[in-house]
Nanobody, 125 residues
Framework: QVQLVESGGGLVQPGGSLRLSCAAS????????MAWYRQAPGKERELVAL??????????DPVKGRFTISRDNTKNAMNTVYLQMNSLKPEDTAVYFC????????????????WGQGTQVTVSS
């Protein structure tokens, strides 16, 4: 069983910064990509940022130039992904979800995706 555990959400003033972390654990052999999505009340879930195993990144238009995704694949990091969020705006307020793409475990031959439980980010003065 694969688990994604997120941390780092909270309340921050406009213009401030937060760093989200997501650690994937379980009998994981490989993860093709890890991503952050967000969902604000009354809105659809949207891609914030994605990073694949080769280090290539992709960002949603609203966060380009302000957010940075990075991934730690060292043995002790257990497939951890970070989202550094700078120059936060009230419209960044949402629940942020970690997503692991095409995960292969010792028990599977076909990759599947997994989601974290979400962490609240609130940007308000």
């Amino acid at each position: 069983q694969v688990q994604l555990v997120e941390s780092g959400g909270g309340l921050v003033q406009p213009g401030g910064s937060l760093r989200l972390s997501c650690a994937a654990s379980g009998s994981i052999l490989s993860i093709y990509a890890m991503a952050w999505y967000r969902q604000a009340p009354g809105k659809e879930r949207e891609l914030v940022a994605l990073i694949n195993s080769g280090g290539m990144t992709n960002y949603g238009d609203p966060v380009k130039g302000r957010f940075t995704i990075s991934r730690d694949n060292t043995k002790n990091a257990m497939n951890t992904v970070y989202l550094q969020m700078n120059s936060l705006k009230p419209e960044d307020t949402a629940v942020y979800f970690c997503h692991a793409v095409n995960v292969i475990t010792i028990a599977t031959t076909i990759g599947r995706g997994y989601w974290g439980q979400g962490t609240q980010v609130t940007v308000s003065s």
